[in-house]
């Protein structure tokens, strides 16, 4: 059975294509260093031990899906890099628990993470740990991709493990049979001066990709050192935290992370990856926070049941509570003190309550996305066993004052996740809630946002994803007095008995003035408060118990600060009118697909294709004159790799199609696979007729083959691309263009994405977003930015981030148009103001849209304005607001 792959998200896809972008880069001017400035426009640290090693970081926050990202990762350096169909890789982890659950996830065949890797590989995948390594043959490594998943502790050699990777084992010797005399050299020898039969000798043959998840315990001297020993061909970190530049500092055996890439928390929100924001409502009584956070529980469960009724989707909300350790010293709530609390003072059925501790692990082995599973609240102290996740867990409360980020950030990473990477209907389940035992609302928020922090967010997104509820800040500013809610004893209720029934069994929340004939609710009401009630009043009085539940939960707890956000933005688009309505205009207006690529020339391949070298019989190692050794790595390493796996035979058709295969999804989307195999047989014949290569030429440089061939079919492309564009916005085109907001993009805080949060002291005070996405904290596009900001004309705007799903765009012939700038103003308009420097400002790019720009424009009646700013012409803004021509 064919199971369908999983379908990354938009940020997923970007952070693999920075990868792809600084490999291939790598490979053009064979030096890391290099390629990693002309990528990031950063300086590159080098990993002690490892000259010349391309080592780079991936920053995915909790929640981002870091191991799907590994997997797809190991194609991308196969293709991109490597230039193999046989890599192998070491795929690091932190713990025991994590090695297990990534060979679970990487062995099942219908797992997403094993489907990544079969996308490119097929069934030629072999996943294996160290013990298995022990014993794998060289057919293994011939046949496909093998990886290795490990501790970094496993190839120490303190370790009992890592004695047995550096140890000579008969099991191995057939990796050892014809090792080419240029290999040798390389490979740890015994006595005899023979290779040792180790595999760590066998990773050195075959130059191992490593990827280091969350890498805490592997950038240290000790494990640089290990690593060096196993003679890795690049290294890919993924963490969530990764080593900063100003924590740079070698002499203590500190390296800087070289981050390629980081995700931003909004991307993630975007791309319904986790719960934002993270709601926080303080109580300096534990029973208060505790209770409050029930009742916001139980709110919760009410509002999953009624969008499972709507959707189909089941969620049940769980609450995660930190408990306080023991002490011999003094009384605490500690994890069975709590759960105490939980039965006796809040009438919570006992199995709906599990201890998660180190003595006590009542989750292990529990599903708890079973419908039938009843547990409602784990308790647990510092930690959840590591790797342990659950989506379905909402509600963060902790009993006693948190003054450690370190303290909440493991757990607030276990509310984060959301459920099915799914939104919902109703706000309220796109959130995550925190309940902080405290006195002061500003030390519990400071310690939420540098978990947040510490959970892979910028300082500037936490600071704007941790909010307040109102009630919250001010019961804390009146002392922390509990909230009071009343209602009105209802007709012909018994009130010395309902009081003497109701108070003792909600421990004091519910209390009965017999004297002024009320029911008093003292903070939020939980459901088991809700039936106590009832059971002790008439049915009659029913509706006097559920309006006092509902306002002691208060207005849902919406942040204090979301009033002011009910501005509605709307952008007009452009479409395209036909007889079956409106439609978005994109490229469906302007190319015919599929594209009959075999009708192209396919001789243009000659000028990216250059004819490979003679295989080297040595490896490409030097001294220079300070002794040190320096090597040219990408093309050394390519030839040990060659060196290392002879092709096997091959004939034409096979050649082609296996080209046809390696064509990345860029290339092909608007080809079929007829056409792409009739191009690529006519672009063989074409190098043949030019440099005679001959079948085994073609083989040993297919690699090369693939890179030109996407050259050759983005040239073509682009040339028919622009052609039909052109034609299509002529006015004999015979399309019907409108600019309308029957297809509007409406902005909205909860699905604006960037890359980076704007760091700057300016406080854009009309920008629509509490944060400002991709922005610089100075040159000319900022400057345009303050203009607008300081513009009375302009009522909101908003810094439209480029390639994010729900970002305004427009279609040019290549690709879609992102402008700079869309403002909201005073009288209604629209504007779109898109900044170009001097230097780009007559390209053919910018003459696109500029085209489409002004017909969008156009097409709107009035409604919408386009600007294409150069040079700092701000001034251009004001008149054309009046309509003074620009």
Not at 682 to 709: S, T, Y
Not at 774 to 803: F, H, M, P, Q
Request: glycine share 6%; net charge negative; charged share 30%.
């Amino acid at each position: 059975m064919n199971l369908p792959l999983f379908a990354l998200k938009d940020y997923q896809v970007q952070t693999l294509a920075s990868l792809r972008r600084f490999l291939e880069k790598t490979v053009e001017l064979n030096d890391a260093d290099t390629a990693f400035y002309a990528v990031t426009k950063r300086p590159f640290t080098p990993p002690p031990n490892l000259p010349g090693l391309p080592y780079v970081c991936l920053r995915i926050p909790t929640g981002g899906g870091k191991t799907i990202l590994a997997a797809h990762s190991v194609g991308i350096a196969a293709d991109g890099f490597l230039r193999t169909d046989t890599p192998t890789v070491l795929w690091l982890v932190p713990s025991q628990t994590i090695r297990d659950q990534t060979l679970a996830s990487l062995q099942d065949r219908a797992h997403p993470n094993r489907r990544a890797l079969a996308d490119r590989f097929g069934e030629n995948v072999r996943i294996m740990g160290v013990t298995d390594a022990l014993y794998a043959k060289r057919a293994d490594y011939d046949g496909g991709a093998v990886v290795i998943v490990a501790t970094i502790q496993a190839f120490r050699v303190e370790e009992t493990e890592g004695r047995k990777v550096y140890e000579p084992n008969g099991e191995l010797m057939d990796h050892f049979g014809g090792v080419a005399e240029a290999l040798r050299g390389r490979l740890e020898t015994g006595p005899s001066g023979d290779p040792l039969p180790s595999l760590a000798n066998v990773l050195r043959l075959h130059r191992p990709m490593v990827i280091v998840d969350e890498a805490h315990n592997a950038r240290t001297n000790l494990s640089f050192d290990t690593l060096a020993r196993l003679n890795p061909s690049l290294i890919v970190e993924f963490t969530a935290t990764p080593v900063t530049p100003e924590e740079h500092n070698p002499t203590k055996g500190v390296y800087a992370s070289n981050v390629l890439h980081h995700v931003s928390a909004a991307e993630l929100k975007a791309a319904d990856m986790i719960k934002l924001p993270v709601i926080l409502r303080g109580r300096p009584d534990p029973k208060d926070t505790i209770g409050d956070a029930i009742a916001w529980l139980d709110e919760l469960v009410c509002l999953a049941g009624a969008e499972e009724a709507e959707t189909g989707e089941f969620v049940r909300p769980v609450m995660l509570v930190q408990a306080e350790p023991k002490s011999k010293d003094k009384p605490t709530l500690h994890a069975e003190e709590v759960k105490k609390l939980l039965i006796d003072d809040f009438r919570v059925p006992e199995d709906h309550i599990a201890l998660a501790t180190g003595d006590a692990r009542e989750i292990d082995g529990v599903d708890l996305f079973d419908r039938d599973c009843s547990i409602r609240f784990i308790i647990t102290q510092q930690a959840l066993r590591e790797g342990w996740d659950c989506s379905f867990a909402y509600v963060l409360c902790s009993v006693a004052e948190q003054k450690s980020p370190r303290a909440v950030e493991q757990l607030l990473g276990r509310v984060l996740r959301l459920p099915r990477a799914r939104r919902k209907r109703r706000e309220e389940l796109n959130r995550a809630y925190a309940f902080a035992t405290t006195t002061s609302f500003q030390n519990a928020a400071n310690t939420l946002r540098d978990g947040l922090v510490n959970n892979g967010f910028e300082r500037v997104e936490a600071q704007a994803l941790v909010r307040a509820t109102p009630e919250a800040i001010r019961g804390l500013e009146e002392g922390g007095v509990a909230f009071v809610y009343e209602e009105p004893i209802p007709e012909g209720t018994d009130a010395e008995a309902f009081k003497a029934n109701v108070e003792g069994a909600t421990g004091g929340r519910v209390e009965v003035d017999v004297a002024r004939g009320v029911i008093r609710a003292r903070g939020a009401l939980t459901d088991y408060d809700r039936t106590s009630m009832l059971l002790a009043m008439p049915t009659t009085a029913a509706t006097a118990v559920e309006a006092l539940v509902h306002k002691s939960r208060g207005a849902r707890l919406k942040p204090a600060d979301e009033t002011w956000k009910s501005l509605r933005f709307a952008v007009p688009r452009l479409g395209v009118r036909s007889a079956g309505g409106l439609q978005l205009f994109d490229r469906a207006h302007f190319l015919d697909t599929p594209w009959k690529l075999e009708e192209s020339d396919p001789t243009p391949i000659l000028d990216h294709f250059v004819q490979p070298k003679p295989a080297a019989d040595e490896a490409r190692v030097d001294v220079d004159a300070g002794g040190q050794v320096t090597i040219a790595f990408v093309t050394d390493l390519h030839e040990q790799l060659a060196l290392a796996l002879q092709e096997k035979g091959w004939t034409k058709n096979a050649l082609v199609n296996w080209l046809d295969r390696r064509l990345p999804a860029s290339a092909r989307r608007d080809i079929t696979r007829v056409s792409s195999t009739l191009f690529i047989s006519k672009a063989l014949d074409a190098v043949d007729a030019e440099m005679g290569l001959g079948i085994d030429g073609f083989a040993r440089a297919k690699f090369r083959l693939v890179e030109a061939l996407v050259k050759v079919i983005a040239r073509h492309r682009d040339i028919r691309e622009a052609t039909a564009f052109e034609r299509v916005l002529i006015p004999q085109s015979g399309l019907e263009f409108e600019t309308s907001s029957d297809i509007e993009l409406v902005f909205d805080e909860s699905r604006y994405a960037y890359n980076q949060p704007y760091k700057g002291g300016t406080d854009f005070k009309k920008h629509l977003f509490r944060v400002v996405g991709d922005l610089e904290t100075g040159g000319e596009e900022y400057e345009c930015a303050v203009y607008l900001e300081r513009c009375k004309d302009v009522k909101a705007w908003i810094r439209n981030t480029s390639r994010q799903p729900h970002s305004f765009w427009l279609q040019t012939s290549s690709d879609k148009f992102y402008p700079d700038f869309v403002a909201l103003l005073n009288d209604g308009r629209v504007l779109v103001v898109e900044y170009k420097g001097e230097h780009l400002a007559t390209t053919d790019e910018s003459k696109e849209k500029r085209l489409v720009g002004e017909l969008w424009a156009d097409r709107s009646n009035g409604k919408c304005l386009f600007l294409m700013i150069e040079n700092k012409e701000f001034s251009r803004i004001d008149r054309a607001i009046r309509g003074e021509g620009t």
